[in-house]
């Protein structure tokens, strides 16, 4: 096993969850990705040994694996040994013969209300253990411990950071087209422990997650103002934050978490400003006429891409953190909206509308290398998991007659290669989905 860094560490443990290893045997196979796409892993994941408890962790983490494409779970009909015999000494040849290539066993033990979860991940061929790790923790986080042993397996399998632990906040949607009622969601990444942050009185939107997941940027029209809010999801409460006298949208955080990129109207333009959250002071980062809406920086803390009508059309542009040197990096047919820097720092996905269509695109933080990885009639508001390998969206369908009859807005996740688009599953409508960091 892998060292926890000192962050993951203290996570853990300020979630009541302890990790400690096991001794593995082997070090295992690393598969490249791209080989992962087009021929995914064949993996088998019997329930754990330990009752109920067991089985719903394994079956969680079978679908996080199956839902990112680059693994396929074996069907459970074909297994051999039971999960109790594996559990104790895994009989490679049996599952070999049903051609996985790796197999995940373990086992749940429960003493005084505490719960000892103990996996390991072997490599059949070689017929050695890859990894080996044991979390004590209590029943409450059963799920978070099936999304952190997922993360786990990613990581040995694929040489690179999973996406499981993590939490999405949306807009959830109810009501009809003409009165749609707006509020702040949060839910586990794969639809789960989903609850409401704010009650609908006042119209919510663009949900950003601050880089601890602790916190959330968004616009709300509380008092039919419409401004810049942070939610705090420890306490519960919100503030709003600026003085700028007018309307705010658009914010993100700065990716040490101290500041917010954010754009005001002031006149008839919108320009883009810094906040620092400690002293509260503010900056103007662009100016002259049009509209500078929806800044993101990129990881780095360097720059900020933004869109613009200031050319005559909608396109995307980067600019210095301080706020010069702006120059276009959008060159396509159509308008480009919604840009968001991909935590690897190598891509910077958008929304391009053109000749009535909506796509959501790729490129390379100097414009080049543009792709397209999904169309259709509406869709929009990309957001990048935390190891840049995956994007979530959300898509709109038709609406029919004077009222919307018909219509509906659903989040879906893409790999950044453009296949195994899936939808996510939410309780109502959805849009403006925000990814979280690791929680751990």
Same mark, same amino acid.
């Given at each position: 096993m892998t060292d926890l860094s000192l962050r993951r560490r203290h996570l853990l443990a300020a979630a009541g969850i302890l990790a400690a290893p096991l001794p593995a045997l082997g070090q295992g196979t690393v598969i490249d990705i791209t080989r992962a796409r087009t021929d995914p892993i064949p993996i088998a994941i019997p329930d754990m040994a330990g009752g109920a408890l067991g089985a719903q962790i394994s079956r969680v983490i079978a679908n996080n694996l199956r839902s990112s494409g680059l693994f396929r779970p074996v069907e459970r009909a074909a297994f051999i040994q039971n999960a109790e015999a594996a559990a104790a000494t895994p009989r490679f040849q049996d599952w070999r013969v049903i051609g996985a290539t790796a197999l995940v066993t373990g086992r749940v033990v429960e003493s005084g209300?505490?719960? +000892?979860?103990?996996?390991?991940?072997? $490599?059949?061929?070689?017929?050695?253990?890859?990894?080996?790790? =044991?979390?004590?923790?209590?029943?409450?986080?059963? +799920?978070?411990?099936?999304?952190?042993?997922?993360?786990?397996?990613?990581?040995?399998?694929?040489?690179?950071?999973?996406?499981?632990?993590?939490?999405? =906040?949306?807009?959830?949607?109810?009501?009809?087209?003409?009165?749609?009622?707006?509020?702040?969601a949060l839910m586990d990444q794969d639809g789960e422990n989903h609850r409401f942050l704010t009650d609908g009185r006042f119209q919510a939107l663009t949900p950003r997650f601050h880089p601890n997941a602790q916190q959330i940027a968004f616009m709300s029209y509380e008092r039919n103002e419409p401004r810049v809010y942070l939610f705090n999801l420890q306490s519960g409460h919100s503030e709003v934050l600026g003085s700028f006298g007018g309307m705010t949208l658009s914010p993100r955080f700065s990716p040490d978490g101290r500041s917010v990129v954010l754009s005001a109207m002031r006149g008839g333009d919108a320009n883009i400003y810094l906040v620092d959250l400690g002293s509260r002071r503010e900056r103007q980062l662009t100016s002259g006429g049009g509209l500078d809406v929806s800044p993101c920086f990129s990881p780095d803390g360097g720059q900020i891409v933004f869109n613009s009508d200031r050319g005559g059309d909608q396109q995307l #542009?980067?600019? $210095?953190?301080?706020?010069?040197?702006?120059? +276009?990096?959008?060159?396509?047919?159509?308008? #480009? =909206?919604?840009?968001?820097?991909?935590?690897?720092?190598?891509? /910077?996905?958008?929304?391009?509308? =053109?000749?009535?269509?909506?796509? /959501?695109?790729?490129?390379?933080?100097?414009?080049?290398?543009?792709?397209?990885?999904?169309?259709?009639?509406?869709?929009?508001?990309?957001?990048?998991?935390?190891?840049?390998?995956?994007?979530?969206?959300?898509?709109?369908?038709?609406?029919?007659?004077?009222?919307?009859?018909?219509y509906s807005a659903r989040l879906a996740s893409i790999d950044i290669a453009g296949f195994n688009e899936r939808p996510i599953p939410t309780p109502t409508d959805a849009t403006d989905p925000s990814w979280s960091s690791l929680l751990g």
């Open positions: 209300g505490a719960f +000892r979860v103990e996996f390991r991940l072997w $490599d059949v061929l070689p017929e050695q253990q890859a990894l080996g790790t =044991a979390y004590n923790t209590t029943q409450a986080n059963w +799920r978070q411990i099936a999304h952190i042993i997922s993360d786990d397996i990613y990581k040995r399998m694929l040489g690179e950071d999973g996406y499981f632990n993590t939490r999405v =906040a949306y807009v959830s949607e109810t009501g009809p087209r003409d009165r749609r009622v707006r509020r702040l #542009y980067v600019m $210095d953190a301080g706020g010069g040197g702006a120059r +276009r990096i959008s060159f396509g047919n159509g308008r #480009y =909206a919604t840009p968001v820097w991909s935590p690897r720092g190598d891509l /910077i996905a958008f929304t391009r509308i =053109a000749r009535g269509q909506f796509a /959501i695109g790729v490129m390379r933080p100097d414009g080049s290398g543009e792709r397209i990885l999904s169309e259709g009639w509406s869709m929009e508001a990309p957001t990048f998991a935390p190891n840049g390998r995956v994007l979530m969206f959300h898509r709109e369908s038709q609406a029919r007659g004077a009222r919307g009859e018909g």
